[in-house]
C-alpha cells in the first residue's frame, strides 16, 4: 500500500462516503478545510497516480474508487473474440484467447470491470474497423445512444442500443447496415470505452 498524506486519507473517505452523489471541488475543499481548489485538484491527482482513484478528465464528479486499491500499473485483459455463444451464454464464460496488456491509467474505470474483443465485419465503421481491439466495461444494463458488446439471438455482436418506447433497436455505425430490432435474448456484456487500431498507417 502506498502511503497516503492525512489530506489524501480524508478525501478518499469523503469521495468514498458521497460516492453515489459526488461532491463539487468546492464542497470537498470546504469538508476538508483546505486553502483552494486547487490543493483539492492536487490531492485527487494524488490518489489518480497512486492508484486509488479513476477519474473522468473531462468531469471531476465522474469518478471511480479503487477496490481494494491502489491497482498495479499494467493491468492483463481477457481477450474474446466475437464468437456465437449458446442460449443464455456469455461470451465471458468462454476463455479468453489471449490475455493483453495495457496501462491501468488508461482506463477510467476499474480494470477488474474491463474486458477486450476483437472487432470482426464493416457494420461498425469508420469508427470500429475490422480486428480493432475494443475495450469494453461489464455492464448489465443498456442506455439509450451507447455502444455494446451485446448477446442477441445467440450472436456477440458490437452495436449501439436504442429503446423506442418498448421496442429495443440495434445498431450500426455503416449506413450500408440497417438498424434491427434486438431479438428476446438480448442482453448487454459490456459498455465500449475505447478502440485500439490495428489498421497498418
Do not use: W
Amino acid at each position: 500500500m502506498k502511503s497516503l498524506h492525512p489530506v489524501q486519507e480524508k478525501l478518499l473517505a469523503l469521495l468514498a462516503e458521497h460516492i453515489d452523489d459526488p461532491m463539487t471541488v468546492r464542497e470537498l475543499q470546504e469538508a476538508l478545510d483546505v486553502t483552494s481548489t486547487s490543493v483539492v485538484a492536487h490531492h485527487m491527482q494524488q490518489l489518480e497516480k497512486k492508484g486509488y482513484l479513476k477519474r473522468n478528465p473531462y468531469n471531476p464528479k465522474d469518478y471511480q474508487l479503487v477496490k481494494g486499491g491502489p491497482e498495479s500499473q499494467v493491468s492483463y485483459l481477457n481477450l474474446y473474440g466475437l464468437a456465437a455463444c449458446g442460449p443464455g451464454g456469455s461470451i465471458l464464460d468462454g476463455d479468453p484467447e489471449d490475455r493483453i496488456p495495457i496501462a491501468s491509467r488508461l482506463l477510467s474505470f476499474p480494470a477488474a470491470e474491463a474486458f477486450m474483443v476483437t472487432a470482426k465485419g464493416k457494420s461498425m465503421e469508420p469508427k470500429i474497423q475490422d480486428g480493432d481491439l475494443v475495450i469494453a466495461r461489464k455492464v448489465s444494463q443498456a442506455e439509450n445512444g451507447k455502444v455494446y458488446v451485446c448477446v442477441n439471438d445467440g450472436e456477440v455482436l458490437i452495436k449501439k442500443f436504442q429503446q423506442d418506447g418498448k421496442t429495443k433497436i440495434l445498431r450500426s455505425f455503416n449506413p450500408d447496415f440497417e438498424p434491427f430490432v434486438a431479438a428476446k435474448d438480448f442482453r448487454v456484456e459490456g459498455e465500449v470505452k475505447a478502440v485500439i487500431s490495428r489498421k497498418v498507417v
